[in-house]
């Protein structure tokens, strides 16, 4: 029986203006499939963005959705989750919106510890605003702004993440769509900030730069280079190389950024009576 995908989103909002091939598409089933499976009200449910074509997804939502400024989507979501702590949070955008015009918003968000749910599409690229290398466009690589390849490092979004002080951190790819709803859903049930990192691919503006032919070598690469990190425990360093771990990096419980405002306010109250 074929998943009812269409109860999710508002009406008259398809088709969606993403490219053939490009995965965010499939991590938009994996997010209402992990709704479903939580089941939220969405009512109760805030999807926030920035800028980008994997900001667009909440506009396809049925939801309380905010399309914000570019970069501002997790200074937003803090605002929101502030106002209402009692609202589901949920964060989409790309590698580009996240992590450089937004990196100062996401890793203070992290640090706080705020009960939200990041899911950042990592497709290596500035999609929408023409195909400019992001802070995880590999070394090498080209871009509309490095048409002779990237000097730069990579950012690893999910190290990132845990470094800033995430409190779930968990990695998939685009290839692996059964495994994107489990862990939204693990995400939103966490208590903390919570960021899920989706491999994707962008065959217009970074396949077709770098010598891909077709979005099914894309995906191929996604599939070779993903290894689950119970399978990485037992290999050699040697046979790591290239890879990229998936799977639950990381997972703590600590004192959740909101609940500890409150008591911030409690005291502040207690002081002035």
């Given at each position: 029986m074929a998943y009812d995908y269409e109860k999710s989103i508002r009406p008259g909002k398809l088709p969606h203006i993403w490219c053939p091939g490009c995965g965010h598409g499939i991590v938009m089933k994996g997010l209402i499939r992990a709704m479903d499976s939580c089941n939220l009200d969405r009512e109760k449910t805030s999807i926030v963005s920035g800028i980008g074509c994997a900001s667009r997804l909440p506009g396809y939502m049925d939801a309380c959705t905010l399309h914000t400024a570019h970069g501002r989507a997790a200074a937003f979501a803090t605002g929101v989750k502030m106002a209402n702590p009692d609202m589901t949070v949920i964060v989409c955008g790309g590698d580009g919106d996240g992590t450089a015009i937004g990196g100062n918003h996401f890793i203070h968000a992290c640090r706080r510890n705020i009960d939200m749910t990041y899911v950042i599409m990592n497709n290596y690229i500035y999609g929408m605003t023409g195909g400019q290398f992001s802070p995880c466009t590999p070394t090498g690589h080209k871009a509309s702004t490095t048409p002779y390849g990237n000097p730069d490092p990579i950012f690893?979004?999910?190290?990132?993440?845990?470094?800033?002080?995430?409190?779930?951190v968990a990695r998939t790819t685009a290839f692996h769509a059964t495994q994107i709803d489990k862990?939204?859903?693990e995400g939103i049930k966490h208590k903390g900030m919570a960021v899920i990192e989706v491999l994707d691919d962008c065959p217009t503006t970074y396949g077709r730069r770098n010598k891909f032919r077709s979005v099914v070598d894309m995906m191929?690469?996604?599939?070779?280079?993903a290894v689950?990190?119970?399978?990485a425990a037992k290999m050699t360093a040697e046979q790591l190389e290239g890879k990229v771990l998936t799977g639950v990096l990381y997972k703590e419980d600590k004192p959740e950024y909101c609940e500890m405002y409150?008591?911030?306010i409690e005291r502040a109250q207690g002081s002035a009576s």
């Open positions: 690893d979004i999910s190290k990132l993440a845990i470094g800033s002080g995430a409190t779930f862990l939204i859903a191929k690469r996604l599939k070779e280079v689950p990190v119970q399978a409150q008591k911030v």
